[in-house]
């Protein structure tokens, strides 16, 4: 593609050279034919260094470059555009049930629904308008999935889940496996058990919900395990039993929320943060990486981080000590070293 026609496309101004275009790259690894994007003048150097053959860059660009220029209002939401005319061809799936699929006769399949190859949706089950469900995905009894949900290939849903509309899940996501419930105790005789509780709850997914490669969220032990409308999960992130996200919220990935807790709308989780059970997250709360959150935030706190989360500020007053403490002692023991060697009057 022309970088003209591809700036005319983006809404962009072409700038040099009327280049030939073929792929999108990263300004380090972009190589000629590539166009890359930069909206930050602190890696004005990585541009300037640049082998792309073209660059996004935003109007008030002023320090140049190497190659073709594409000024545009936002370099990186225009690459990301410029990428999908790049990219190849997204597999379309016709509708149909495939030879090898294993479906109940009490399933309900709406209009222009696909099933892949050597997947298996059991009785009584309902699958909404246009939806996708490709190969070797499980559906279970009584299990709902919503108009245009996309199921990725070895998606588990288990008996009872519901999903709504317009939802992604990747490959093998599990939804409405046991959450972790256990009663342990001792005995009169002195001998230890553990008794299972059992999970009679089930998964309920709101419309536009996105979970990534193998996460996990676990059935609830009753009522339901709730991820409300919008919400985005990351790859490996596991959210345990009766959990309820109110909606438009994210999660990254390694995350992890302990059973009964409820998080608000608009939060983000990010990756390898851990929050205990039975407490409530406010809107709009982030939580920091790895942090740990053993208690409720209500929302004084737009940012925590740290373990036990804190403020940043707190979390930077404990960290700085130690070295505020060392500093005092040298100066402590440089003003005894000046005051013994000062004579005395």
């Known amino acids: 593609m022309k970088a003209s026609e591809l700036a005319a496309r983006l809404g962009g101004t072409l700038e040099g050279d009327d280049v030939e275009l073929f792929a999108c790259g990263g300004l380090e690894e972009a190589r000629k034919g590539d166009l890359s994007f930069c909206k930050d003048v602190k890696h004005v150097k990585l541009v300037q ?23 545009v209002a936002d370099p990186n939401h225009a690459c990301m555009a410029a990428a999908e005319l790049f990219a190849p061809p997204v597999p379309v799936r016709a509708p149909g049930v495939h030879p090898t699929a294993i479906v109940d006769p009490s399933v309900k399949l709406g209009a222009d629904v696909h099933v892949g190859a ?4 059991e009785k009584n089950s309902v699958i909404g308008d246009g939806a996708v469900i490709e190969a070797q995905v499980f559906i279970g009894e009584n299990c709902v999935v919503g108009a245009r949900t996309h199921v990725y290939p070895q998606v588990t849903l288990r008996e009872g889940t519901k999903v709504g509309a317009d939802c992604i899940f990747h490959c093998g996501v599990r939804l409405g496996g046991d959450g972790y419930g256990f009663n342990n105790g001792r005995r009169e005789d002195g001998s230890v058990y553990i008794e299972k509780i059992p999970q009679l709850g089930i998964v309920e997914i709101g419309d536009g919900v996105e979970i990534g490669s193998n996460t996990t969220i676990d059935r609830a032990r009753i009522g339901r395990t709730y991820i409300g409308p919008m919400t985005k999960i990351d790859n490996l992130v ?18 992890g929320v302990a059973g009964s807790t409820e998080i608000g709308y608009g939060c983000l989780i990010w990756a390898q943060a851990g929050i205990s059970g039975h407490i409530k ?10 942090a740990g959150v053993p208690q409720s935030l209500d929302g004084s706190l737009k940012y925590v981080i740290g373990a036990p989360a804190m403020s940043m500020k707190d979390l930077a007053a404990i960290t700085l000590a130690p070295k505020m403490i060392a500093k005092l002692k040298a100066e402590v023991k440089e003003l005894k070293a000046r005051l013994a060697a000062t004579p005395m009057a």
Not at 118 to 121: D, G, M, R
């Open 49 to 71: 260094s640049t082998q792309a053959s073209a660059v996004l860059l935003p109007p008030d660009w002023t320090d140049g470059a190497p190659c073709a220029i594409i000024r």
């Open 281 to 290: 997250i406010a809107d709009g709360v982030q939580v920091g990486p790895q």
């Open 238 to 255: 596991q959210i345990g039993h009766n959990v309820k996200v109110k909606g438009y919220s994210g999660l990254i990935a390694q995350s």
């Open 118 to 121: 050597y997947t298996i949706i």
